[in-house]
């Protein structure tokens, strides 16, 4: 990945970076997405696509002052997502302490103008087994992030600044968690039971309602693929009766998944 750097003189590496969603469409001086250097342990933000800047430090803190973009000390960015309402979510693990937190950056905000490029800080010490947490994800419909550790799948409802996290997916025994993705644009339909009437079934949209769960067997050393219904967006909920998961399989160790109109 080439980039053209405006006001940095030393190199980077950059292990993650995100563009902001088309719709709605960025206006000038919007940010256009950010990147996490690694070497510098600091963000960089992508201008709007029609500026004449280039990827660029953050010129500005969040509103309180405590959320620093260009200086995050022992913090490492271990996931960039997508949030609601234009916004991203930042994963940050702090390689001293062990304690996770997620950063909220408002990509309508003009870092060269406006204080509040940073808007939330959740600190997730109050989720179980977030230190063994190796996969994570997020979408534009819900404040949830999910994050999965080597035989569960967590959701933390980010609604308080110390959110709580409950267990949502485990994998069989002998079977272990190598990925997860949320599916946020896909046609067709998944069949989950009626609330309303029991015994029977009920459509929901696919869109925003799948989450895939990517599993390896060391012992067989078979991977899949299980399509986990995301019951009601906001809550987290993944429906736990596996009569109404999807598997698809057997294949080898699953390094990457995609589908039709994700990003």
Same mark, same amino acid.
């Given at each position: 990945?080439?980039?053209?750097?405006?006001? %940095?003189?030393?190199?980077?590496?950059?292990?993650?970076?995100?563009?902001?969603?088309? +719709?709605?469409?960025?206006?000038?001086?919007?940010?256009?997405?950010?990147?996490? !250097?690694?070497?510098?342990?600091?963000?960089?933000?992508?201008?709007?696509?029609?500026?004449? !800047? +280039? %990827?660029?430090?953050?010129? +500005?803190?969040?509103?309180? @002052?405590?959320?620093?973009?260009?200086?995050?000390?022992?913090?490492? =960015?271990?996931?960039? @997502?997508?949030?609601?309402?234009?916004?991203?979510?930042?994963?940050?693990?702090?390689?001293?302490?062990?304690?996770?937190?997620?950063?909220?950056?408002?990509?309508?905000?003009?870092?060269? +103008?406006?204080? !509040?490029?940073?808007?939330? =800080?959740?600190?997730?010490?109050?989720?179980?087994?977030?230190?063994?947490?190796?996969?994570?994800?997020?979408?534009?419909?819900?404040?949830?992030?999910?994050?999965?550790?080597?035989?569960?799948?967590?959701?933390?409802?980010? &609604?308080?600044?110390?959110?709580?996290? *409950?267990?949502?997916?485990?994998?069989?025994?002998?079977?272990?968690?190598?990925?997860?993705?949320?599916?946020?644009? =896909?046609?067709?339909?998944?069949?989950?039971?009626?609330?309303?009437?029991?015994?029977? %079934?009920?459509?929901?949209?696919?869109?925003?309602?799948?989450? %895939?769960?990517? &599993?390896?067997?060391? &012992?067989?050393?078979? @991977?899949?693929?299980?399509?986990?219904?995301?019951?009601? *967006? @906001?809550?987290?909920?993944?429906?736990?009766?596996?009569?109404?998961?999807?598997?698809?399989?057997?294949?080898?160790?699953?390094?990457? &998944?995609? =589908?039709?109109?994700?990003?």
């Amino acid at each position: 990945m080439g980039m053209l750097l405006e006001d %940095l003189t030393d190199d980077y590496y950059v292990t993650h970076y995100l563009y902001r969603p088309y +719709n709605p469409y960025p206006g000038e001086g919007d940010l256009f997405g950010i990147a996490y !250097d690694q070497k510098h342990r600091r963000f960089l933000a992508f201008p709007h696509f029609r500026s004449e !800047d +280039n %990827l660029h430090i953050f010129r +500005n803190t969040s509103a309180d @002052g405590k959320q620093d973009p260009n200086q995050l000390g022992n913090k490492e =960015c271990i996931y960039i @997502g997508y949030g609601p309402n234009v916004t991203m979510y930042a994963v940050l693990k702090d390689s001293g302490t062990g304690l996770h937190e997620i950063w909220t950056f408002n990509m309508n905000a003009d870092d060269k +103008n406006r204080p !509040d490029v940073i808007t939330g =800080c959740y600190i997730l010490d109050g989720c179980p087994d977030i230190e063994k947490a190796h996969k994570f994800q997020s979408q534009a419909m819900e404040e949830v992030m999910y994050y999965a550790t080597d035989d569960k799948v967590y959701a933390v409802l980010l &609604t308080a600044s110390h959110p709580q996290a *409950l267990p949502k997916y485990e994998v069989n025994p002998g079977e272990k968690i190598t990925g997860i993705q949320v599916v946020e644009y =896909c046609e067709g339909k998944l069949e989950i039971p009626n609330t309303d009437k029991s015994g029977e %079934l009920t459509d929901l949209g696919a869109s925003n309602h799948m989450m %895939l769960v990517m &599993t390896y067997n060391e &012992t067989t050393r078979e @991977g899949k693929v299980i399509v986990v219904p995301i019951l009601s *967006l @906001g809550t987290g909920d993944l429906i736990q009766d596996k009569a109404y998961h999807r598997e698809y399989g057997p294949f080898g160790r699953i390094l990457k &998944t995609t =589908c039709y109109h994700t990003r």
